[in-house]
């Protein structure tokens, strides 16, 4: 769907690009041509990554352990990368979630999340940020963020909160830093099977047919959908969008909000006959 270079001669740094998600955009970005670089915390995963993706779509790709809760870390990483030319983008994937009643999570259960997510989304932000400001060069960041923060979600506090964070982050400095080149965005994916997530989120196999019928168009996402959309608001194309958040979870959560959704599928075709006004009902 895209012309082959649309990505050409970009600089891209994808945090938790070793697996899920952030993965499967690397190789998107790699195979429409642009330099990626991957972190994440598991040197044999992103060491795996790296090599299958290299092989896969030939491009130039690097992978670096990093746990992006570690400001010292994070800056050390994007010092290096610079070190061999400026970065075009940043995408914040990494993530930590699980279901879980909020009672009896630890502190460190929150801190967890919360620092994986909104801390680590800061420090590759702040990293990024301050040497495209600093050299007065343009960059673009795209955040992966949920379609709970609004409303937040019953069982997965911690990513509620953090993630609500992290797209109050996107929207600020999309107006603050926008008047210098910088471009801020954010997904808000719908549920994709990936190994991570559903392995924390949906612990019993039936659960993704309940999930499934959650969804106006019965089905998850997929990792490509994902990572085209991703592909089109990180390039030059999408240059007027800004501070914006692309919901892309088939109408999963509009579907949870309407008031009368679930009612209206309940309705069995008795009630619907006799809920039609009498006089505009076709005769048989
Ligand atoms: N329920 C409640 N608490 C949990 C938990 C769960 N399922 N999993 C972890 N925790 C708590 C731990 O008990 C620990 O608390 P403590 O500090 O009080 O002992 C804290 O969270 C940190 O856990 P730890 O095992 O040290 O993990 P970590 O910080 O290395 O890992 C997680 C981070 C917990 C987010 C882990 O799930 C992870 O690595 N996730 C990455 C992938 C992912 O979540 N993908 C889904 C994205 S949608």
């Excluded at 009896?104 to 680590?120: D, H, N, R, T």
């Excluded at 609004?150 to 911690?158: K, N, R």
Aim: proline share 4%; glycine share 12%.
């Amino acid at each position: 769907m895209f012309q082959k270079d649309l990505l050409q001669g970009k600089r891209i740094l994808i945090t938790g690009g070793g697996t899920g998600l952030g993965k499967a955009t690397a190789q998107r970005f790699l195979e429409l041509g642009a330099e990626v670089y991957i972190c994440g915390r598991r040197q044999e995963i992103l060491a795996a990554a790296e090599q299958e993706l290299r092989e896969r779509t030939g491009g130039k790709i690097h992978s670096r352990p990093c746990d992006v809760r570690d400001a010292a870390a994070v800056e050390e990483m994007i010092e290096i990368v610079w070190a061999e030319g400026p970065l075009d983008v940043l995408m914040n994937n990494a993530a930590g979630n699980f279901l879980a009643r909020t009672e009896e999570l630890s502190l460190g259960a929150f801190q967890s999340v919360i620092g994986i997510v909104l801390m680590g989304t800061l420090h590759t932000t702040m990293g990024c940020g301050r040497r495209w400001l600093a050299a007065g060069r343009g960059g673009v960041v795209l955040n992966v963020t949920t379609t709970y923060t609004t409303t937040g979600s019953a069982y997965v506090v911690p990513s509620a909160v953090a993630k609500a964070g992290m797209q109050a982050l996107t929207r600020s400095l999309a107006v603050e830093w926008g008047d210098r080149g910088i471009r801020m965005n954010a997904i808000a994916p719908g549920p994709i099977p990936t190994e991570g997530a559903f392995s924390r989120l949906l612990p019993r196999p039936e659960l993704e047919e309940a999930a499934k019928k959650r969804n106006p168009l019965g089905r998850f996402g997929t990792m490509e959908e994902f990572a085209n959309l991703a592909a089109f608001l990180v390039s030059d194309g999408a240059g007027y969008v800004n501070g914006e958040v692309v919901t892309m979870d088939g109408g999963e959560w509009l579907q949870g909000a309407g008031e009368f959704t679930a009612l209206g599928r309940e309705l069995t075709e008795k009630e619907w006959e006799m809920m039609r006004p009498k006089k505009i009902v076709p005769k048989a």
